[in-house]
Protein backbone atom coordinates (compact mmCIF):
# COMPACT_ATOMS: atom_id res chain seq x y z
CA UNK A 1 0.00 0.00 0.00
CA UNK A 2 1.06 3.65 -0.48
CA UNK A 3 1.28 6.48 1.57
CA UNK A 4 -2.52 7.01 0.07
CA UNK A 5 -4.30 4.21 0.59
CA UNK A 6 -2.97 3.83 4.29
CA UNK A 7 -5.16 5.50 7.00
CA UNK A 8 -4.13 7.04 9.91
CA UNK A 9 -5.76 4.25 12.05
CA UNK A 10 -3.39 1.46 9.71
CA UNK A 11 -0.61 3.18 10.81
CA UNK A 12 -1.56 3.78 14.04
CA UNK A 13 -2.26 -0.11 14.42
CA UNK A 14 0.85 -1.33 12.77
CA UNK A 15 2.88 1.23 15.16
CA UNK A 16 1.09 -0.36 18.05
CA UNK A 17 2.15 -3.87 16.70
CA UNK A 18 5.88 -3.20 16.47
CA UNK A 19 5.66 -2.46 20.64
CA UNK A 20 3.37 -5.59 21.28
CA UNK A 21 5.48 -8.22 19.25
CA UNK A 22 8.22 -10.07 20.30
CA UNK A 23 11.70 -8.48 19.68
CA UNK A 24 13.49 -5.60 19.23
CA UNK A 25 13.20 -2.66 16.30
CA UNK A 26 15.00 -0.09 14.69
CA UNK A 27 13.12 3.45 14.49
CA UNK A 28 15.36 5.82 12.43
CA UNK A 29 14.71 9.54 12.32
CA UNK A 30 14.78 11.42 8.72
CA UNK A 31 14.86 14.66 8.80
CA UNK A 32 12.74 15.44 5.88
CA UNK A 33 10.89 13.66 3.02
CA UNK A 34 13.38 12.38 1.21
CA UNK A 35 15.30 10.77 3.90
CA UNK A 36 12.43 9.49 5.17
CA UNK A 37 11.22 7.94 1.83
CA UNK A 38 14.83 6.52 1.71
CA UNK A 39 14.51 4.54 4.98
CA UNK A 40 11.43 3.52 4.22
CA UNK A 41 12.71 2.06 0.95
CA UNK A 42 15.18 0.67 3.12
CA UNK A 43 12.67 -1.67 4.86
CA UNK A 44 12.45 0.22 8.35
CA UNK A 45 9.11 -0.21 9.58
CA UNK A 46 8.34 3.12 11.50
CA UNK A 47 10.41 6.60 11.85
CA UNK A 48 10.43 8.82 14.12
CA UNK A 49 11.02 13.09 13.78
CA UNK A 50 14.22 14.22 14.87
CA UNK A 51 13.97 18.11 16.54
CA UNK A 52 17.73 18.36 15.84
CA UNK A 53 17.86 17.01 12.36
CA UNK A 54 14.87 19.42 11.37
CA UNK A 55 16.50 22.53 13.18
CA UNK A 56 20.05 21.66 10.93
CA UNK A 57 17.75 21.77 7.94
CA UNK A 58 16.22 24.84 8.83
CA UNK A 59 19.73 26.41 9.66
CA UNK A 60 18.96 26.59 13.24
CA UNK A 61 20.62 25.24 16.36
CA UNK A 62 18.39 22.34 17.79
CA UNK A 63 16.04 23.66 20.34
CA UNK A 64 14.68 26.80 18.52
CA UNK A 65 11.91 25.68 16.40
CA UNK A 66 8.57 26.85 17.12
CA UNK A 67 5.37 24.01 17.45
CA UNK A 68 3.66 25.58 14.00
CA UNK A 69 6.89 24.62 12.11
CA UNK A 70 7.07 21.67 13.79
CA UNK A 71 3.22 20.65 12.93
CA UNK A 72 4.06 21.46 9.82
CA UNK A 73 7.46 19.22 9.09
CA UNK A 74 5.52 16.24 10.89
CA UNK A 75 2.53 16.58 8.20
CA UNK A 76 4.95 16.53 5.42
CA UNK A 77 6.67 13.37 7.09
CA UNK A 78 3.30 11.60 7.36
CA UNK A 79 2.40 12.40 3.64
CA UNK A 80 5.23 11.59 2.18
CA UNK A 81 5.54 8.07 3.92
CA UNK A 82 3.51 4.58 4.78
CA UNK A 83 5.23 4.36 7.51
CA UNK A 84 3.86 5.20 10.80
CA UNK A 85 5.25 8.41 12.54
CA UNK A 86 6.24 9.22 16.30
CA UNK A 87 7.07 12.56 16.94
CA UNK A 88 9.52 14.06 18.91
CA UNK A 89 7.27 16.42 20.80
CA UNK A 90 10.16 18.16 23.08
CA UNK A 91 9.04 19.25 26.23
CA UNK A 92 5.04 19.66 24.70
CA UNK A 93 6.31 23.31 24.16
CA UNK A 94 4.66 24.44 27.60
CA UNK A 95 5.12 23.56 31.27
CA UNK A 96 2.10 22.94 32.37
CA UNK A 97 0.07 19.72 31.87
CA UNK A 98 -2.10 21.04 29.74
CA UNK A 99 0.28 22.24 27.04
CA UNK A 100 1.32 18.70 26.64
CA UNK A 101 -1.76 17.71 26.21
CA UNK A 102 -2.86 20.24 23.70
CA UNK A 103 0.64 19.29 21.78
CA UNK A 104 -0.05 15.82 21.78
CA UNK A 105 -3.76 16.39 20.12
CA UNK A 106 -2.21 18.74 17.54
CA UNK A 107 0.92 16.19 16.62
CA UNK A 108 -2.16 13.52 16.08
CA UNK A 109 -4.51 15.94 13.62
CA UNK A 110 -0.90 16.37 11.88
CA UNK A 111 -0.59 12.91 11.26
CA UNK A 112 1.68 11.08 13.75
CA UNK A 113 1.00 7.89 15.87
CA UNK A 114 2.88 8.52 18.61
CA UNK A 115 5.24 11.09 20.23
CA UNK A 116 7.75 11.93 23.05
CA UNK A 117 7.38 14.07 26.00
CA UNK A 118 10.62 15.20 27.56
CA UNK A 119 10.55 16.57 31.25
CA UNK A 120 13.10 19.47 30.82
CA UNK A 121 12.17 22.95 31.62
CA UNK A 122 14.40 25.08 28.86
CA UNK A 123 16.10 26.61 32.13
CA UNK A 124 19.45 26.57 33.00
CA UNK A 125 19.31 26.81 36.91
CA UNK A 126 16.44 24.57 36.99
CA UNK A 127 16.47 21.75 33.94
CA UNK A 128 14.31 19.21 34.89
CA UNK A 129 10.47 19.43 36.06
CA UNK A 130 9.94 17.96 39.86
CA UNK A 131 8.79 14.54 39.24
CA UNK A 132 5.73 14.85 40.29
CA UNK A 133 4.83 17.70 37.96
CA UNK A 134 6.74 15.85 34.91
CA UNK A 135 4.55 12.88 35.85
CA UNK A 136 1.62 15.31 35.67
CA UNK A 137 2.28 16.46 32.55
CA UNK A 138 2.89 12.48 31.32
CA UNK A 139 -0.60 11.97 32.62
CA UNK A 140 -2.29 14.74 30.55
CA UNK A 141 -0.23 13.83 27.40
CA UNK A 142 -1.54 9.84 27.97
CA UNK A 143 -4.60 10.94 28.96
CA UNK A 144 -5.42 13.21 25.41
CA UNK A 145 -3.63 10.28 23.60
CA UNK A 146 -6.29 8.33 24.72
CA UNK A 147 -9.19 10.43 23.69
CA UNK A 148 -7.98 9.66 19.88
CA UNK A 149 -10.21 7.47 17.81
CA UNK A 150 -6.89 5.39 16.81
CA UNK A 151 -3.79 3.78 19.33
CA UNK A 152 -1.70 6.98 20.07
CA UNK A 153 1.93 5.69 21.38
CA UNK A 154 3.21 8.13 24.42
CA UNK A 155 6.62 7.73 25.26
CA UNK A 156 8.03 9.87 28.26
CA UNK A 157 11.76 10.91 28.55
CA UNK A 158 14.22 11.29 31.64
CA UNK A 159 16.23 14.13 30.03
CA UNK A 160 18.86 13.70 33.18
CA UNK A 161 21.89 12.32 31.14
CA UNK A 162 21.20 14.86 28.41
CA UNK A 163 21.28 17.67 30.81
CA UNK A 164 24.64 16.85 32.50
CA UNK A 165 22.64 15.12 35.31
CA UNK A 166 23.95 11.85 35.14
CA UNK A 167 22.03 10.58 37.85
CA UNK A 168 20.93 6.76 37.46
CA UNK A 169 19.03 6.59 40.79
CA UNK A 170 16.41 9.63 40.18
CA UNK A 171 16.58 8.87 36.34
CA UNK A 172 14.61 5.46 37.35
CA UNK A 173 12.21 6.90 39.51
CA UNK A 174 11.60 9.41 36.46
CA UNK A 175 10.42 6.57 34.41
CA UNK A 176 8.69 4.46 37.18
CA UNK A 177 6.55 7.50 37.96
CA UNK A 178 5.50 8.46 34.20
CA UNK A 179 5.06 4.72 33.14
CA UNK A 180 2.58 4.56 36.35
CA UNK A 181 0.95 8.26 34.82
CA UNK A 182 0.17 6.23 31.75
CA UNK A 183 3.84 6.35 29.32
CA UNK A 184 3.40 3.59 27.25
CA UNK A 185 7.13 3.76 26.64
CA UNK A 186 10.11 5.14 28.42
CA UNK A 187 13.00 6.94 27.25
CA UNK A 188 16.04 7.85 29.21
CA UNK A 189 18.43 9.24 26.28
CA UNK A 190 22.45 9.45 27.18
CA UNK A 191 22.78 6.29 28.97
CA UNK A 192 26.10 5.41 28.24
CA UNK A 193 26.60 1.64 28.97
CA UNK A 194 24.78 -1.72 28.67
CA UNK A 195 25.25 -1.75 32.31
CA UNK A 196 22.93 1.18 32.48
CA UNK A 197 20.62 -0.01 30.15
CA UNK A 198 20.08 -3.67 31.25
CA UNK A 199 19.70 -1.54 35.10
CA UNK A 200 17.14 0.44 34.03
CA UNK A 201 15.82 -2.19 32.19
CA UNK A 202 15.07 -4.30 35.82
CA UNK A 203 13.37 -1.61 37.15
CA UNK A 204 11.21 -0.71 34.65
CA UNK A 205 7.94 -2.68 32.86
CA UNK A 206 7.01 -1.10 30.10
CA UNK A 207 9.33 -1.03 26.46
CA UNK A 208 12.53 0.82 26.84
CA UNK A 209 13.67 3.26 23.82
CA UNK A 210 17.73 3.49 23.09
CA UNK A 211 18.90 6.03 21.19
CA UNK A 212 22.01 5.81 19.22
CA UNK A 213 24.20 8.13 18.26
CA UNK A 214 24.97 10.62 21.35
CA UNK A 215 27.45 9.80 24.23
CA UNK A 216 29.65 7.20 24.37
CA UNK A 217 27.61 4.35 24.00
CA UNK A 218 28.27 1.82 20.91
CA UNK A 219 25.98 -0.99 21.38
CA UNK A 220 24.80 -2.56 18.26
CA UNK A 221 21.61 -3.38 17.39
CA UNK A 222 21.67 -7.35 18.66
CA UNK A 223 23.53 -6.61 21.64
CA UNK A 224 20.79 -3.87 22.57
CA UNK A 225 18.16 -6.37 21.55
CA UNK A 226 19.47 -9.38 23.98
CA UNK A 227 19.28 -6.97 26.74
CA UNK A 228 15.45 -6.61 26.32
CA UNK A 229 15.35 -3.24 24.67
CA UNK A 230 12.21 -2.66 22.74
CA UNK A 231 13.06 0.06 20.60
CA UNK A 232 16.44 1.69 18.85
CA UNK A 233 16.16 5.14 17.54
CA UNK A 234 18.81 7.21 15.70
CA UNK A 235 18.35 10.77 16.86
CA UNK A 236 19.70 13.63 14.79
CA UNK A 237 23.11 11.20 14.32
CA UNK A 238 21.86 10.35 10.66
CA UNK A 239 20.90 14.16 9.98
CA UNK A 240 24.74 14.70 11.32
CA UNK A 241 26.52 11.77 9.12
CA UNK A 242 24.50 13.67 6.19
CA UNK A 243 25.76 16.92 6.88
CA UNK A 244 29.04 15.91 8.35
CA UNK A 245 29.43 14.70 4.37
CA UNK A 246 28.42 17.86 3.07
CA UNK A 247 30.92 20.07 5.00
CA UNK A 248 34.05 17.74 4.46
CA UNK A 249 32.65 18.28 0.63
CA UNK A 250 32.49 21.63 0.79
CA UNK A 251 35.80 22.34 2.44
CA UNK A 252 37.42 20.04 -0.21
CA UNK A 253 36.12 21.84 -2.70
CA UNK A 254 37.00 25.40 -1.19
CA UNK A 255 40.91 23.72 -1.23
CA UNK A 256 39.98 23.06 -5.19
CA UNK A 257 39.57 19.20 -4.34
CA UNK A 258 36.77 16.81 -5.52
CA UNK A 259 37.67 14.05 -4.20
CA UNK A 260 34.19 14.35 -2.24
CA UNK A 261 32.44 13.04 -5.89
CA UNK A 262 33.63 9.71 -5.08
CA UNK A 263 31.43 9.11 -2.21
CA UNK A 264 28.01 10.81 -3.98
CA UNK A 265 25.23 9.04 -4.76
CA UNK A 266 24.56 9.70 -8.90
CA UNK A 267 21.57 11.50 -10.22
CA UNK A 268 19.89 8.20 -11.72
CA UNK A 269 20.70 6.52 -8.31
CA UNK A 270 18.22 8.72 -6.57
CA UNK A 271 15.65 9.50 -9.48
CA UNK A 272 15.12 5.70 -9.70
CA UNK A 273 14.91 5.72 -5.40
CA UNK A 274 12.17 8.37 -5.81
CA UNK A 275 10.22 7.24 -8.73
CA UNK A 276 8.96 4.35 -6.44
CA UNK A 277 7.30 6.96 -4.35
CA UNK A 278 3.83 8.93 -5.40
CA UNK A 279 4.44 12.64 -6.01
CA UNK A 280 4.49 15.26 -2.69
CA UNK A 281 1.14 17.02 -2.97
CA UNK A 282 1.00 20.94 -2.78
Not at 45 to 56: H, I, V
Not at 142 to 159: C, D, G, H, I, N
Not at 240 to 249: P, Q, S, T
Request: aromatic fraction near 6%; hydrophobic fraction near 50%; charged fraction near 15%.
Amino acid sequence: MTASTLTQTDKAMAFHALHAGAGCFVIPNPWDVGSARLLEAAGFRALASSSAGLAFSLGQPDGLVGRDVLLQYLAALCAGSSLPVSADLENGFGDAPEAAAQTVTLAAAAGVVGGSIEDSTGLSDAPLHEIAHAAERIRAAAEAARALPFPFVVTARAENFVLGRPDLADTIARLQAYQEAGADVLFAPGLRTVEEIALVLREIDRPLNVLLGLGPLRASVPQLAALGVKRISTGGSLARVAWGAFMRAVDELQQGGCGYLAQAASHAELCAAFAAFPAVAD
